[in-house]
């Protein structure tokens, strides 16, 4: 098994190295309207869901082409310096009214989440084949959360149709990503952490390489520290161990449909004592006719020490310092987006599942609703539906239903979310 992942992880490097590829796609901002002049309708549909002109955008670096002449920038005479005519900056703006039924202690039946969250988002180019892109999260839940997304792209390197992200990121964003779903909802096979082990498939940094060697296929790597987004320590680094963490992200266009296969591999030091992870697992995006989309994710993750040899008693049941609990986690997703007056339309259905389940209660998903239950749960099930009124290009109205099958309780929302 360490030759396995000395093998993968050897792969995965130099893959970084040599490929340095397609970025992830990032959110297609107003920002961009504004600098183009075209309906913000062009890169999503709906908002923030992106087309595949939004992810091509996105993929070349936030232009319609790469390489292609600068716009709406001033002349400063230096054809060593670019510099944009304005500075290029976007709002996301999301509030919501909130019921849940059977509520838990501490919890209120009716919560007026307005707003819940506002973003401040840039992007652009900094010179030919070299942009960026970022968001400061001014409120998430009523906190300033700081930076998410923040990373430098650069595009087509030499020519060779590769391209590299560096900086702050999230594992998943080479499958569906969670900062575009039209949910509230999360994609929660994403979210799972396991014990005391900090990596998950949210936000983490590093490297992110992508290459298309044909048309319809993708390879996608990354390094990243396995850490997350925490701050730096006393000595000032981000990472506290000297392992990393390695992503590999293989998808195919097979006639209409699209297959990915995904694998991450990491391990986790902290006082003479290690877990090792794995996560392996397929996705697939399938057209439903002319009127929509499924997506489907599964993913099975095992941990070797996920409590880093100090198990807690409710979870193990003999006592707190005991042999490494093994563990194993299963997760799928299924999503489905429909647009029954046409992509371009103003009406959207949409629809998910998660589905998360682990061998002993080791599953923290972070979702805020546990009310009293154990920070630790073995499963997570629900089911939730969406519709979406596209009230302008940029105002989208929603109302969404959420059944947890394991609470046996509903959470009702009504919504909206403005890009501005």
Not at 109 to 115: A, F, G, I, L, Y
Not at 162 to 187: A, T
Not at 313 to 327: G, M
């Amino acid at each position: 098994m360490l030759r396995s992942r000395a093998r993968f992880a050897a792969i995965v490097a130099a893959a970084l190295v040599a490929l340095t590829l397609l970025p992830a796609d990032a959110s297609a901002i107003p920002a961009f309207a504004r600098k183009y002049r075209v309906s913000c309708s062009m890169c999503h549909q709906p908002v923030p869901r992106l087309n595949t002109f939004g992810e091509n955008f996105a993929a070349n670096g936030f232009e319609m082409a790469p390489g292609e002449p600068p716009r709406d920038t001033i002349g400063t005479g230096d054809p060593l310096l670019r510099l944009n005519n304005s500075f290029p900056l976007a709002v996301r703006f999301e509030a919501y009214q909130r019921f849940l039924t059977d509520r838990k202690a501490g919890e209120a039946s009716v919560d007026q989440q307005t707003p819940w969250i506002i973003k401040l988002l840039s992007g652009g180019q900094v010179t030919d084949k070299i942009s960026y892109y970022m968001y400061f999260l001014a409120t998430e839940r009523g906190n300033v959360a700081g930076l998410e997304d923040a990373y430098v792209q650069f595009t087509d390197i030499k020519g060779s149709g590769v391209n590299l992200i560096v900086g702050q990121f999230q594992v998943s964003d080479p499958m569906f990503k969670r900062e575009l779903r039209l949910f509230y909802e999360d994609y929660q096979p994403y979210r799972v952490k396991v014990g005391n082990v900090n990596a998950d498939l949210t936000y983490d940094r590093g490297m992110m390489a992508m290459w298309s060697p044909r048309e319809g296929t993708d390879v996608v790597a990354e390094m990243v520290t396995g850490n997350g987004l925490g701050v730096a320590n006393g000595a000032k680094q981000y990472d506290d161990d000297n392992n990393k963490n390695f992503a590999l992200r293989l998808s195919q266009d097979v006639g209409p449909v699209r297959v990915g296969l995904f694998g991450y591999t990491g391990k986790q030091a902290f006082s003479g004592l290690s877990s090792s992870m794995r996560v392996f697992g397929p996705d697939a995006t399938l057209p439903l006719a002319s009127f929509g989309e499924l997506n489907l994710q599964f993913l099975r993750r095992w941990d070797s020490n996920p409590f880093l040899g100090q198990c807690p008693a409710d979870v193990c049941a003999a006592s707190t310092v005991i042999a490494p609990l093994r563990t194993k986690v299963d997760a799928a997703m299924a999503e489905m987006i429909l647009w029954p007056q046409g992509p371009a339309g103003r009406w959207y259905l949409s629809g998910l599942v998660n589905y998360v389940d682990a061998d002993a209660p080791v599953l923290s998903l972070r979702i805020g609703e546990q009310g009293n239950d154990p920070a630790t749960v073995s499963r997570y099930t629900t089911g939730t539906f969406g519709l979406h009124y596209v009230l302008k290009r940029n105002v989208r109205l929603s109302g969404e239903g959420t059944w947890d099958f394991e609470r046996d309780r509903a959470r009702l929302l009504a919504g909206i979310n403005l890009a501005f």
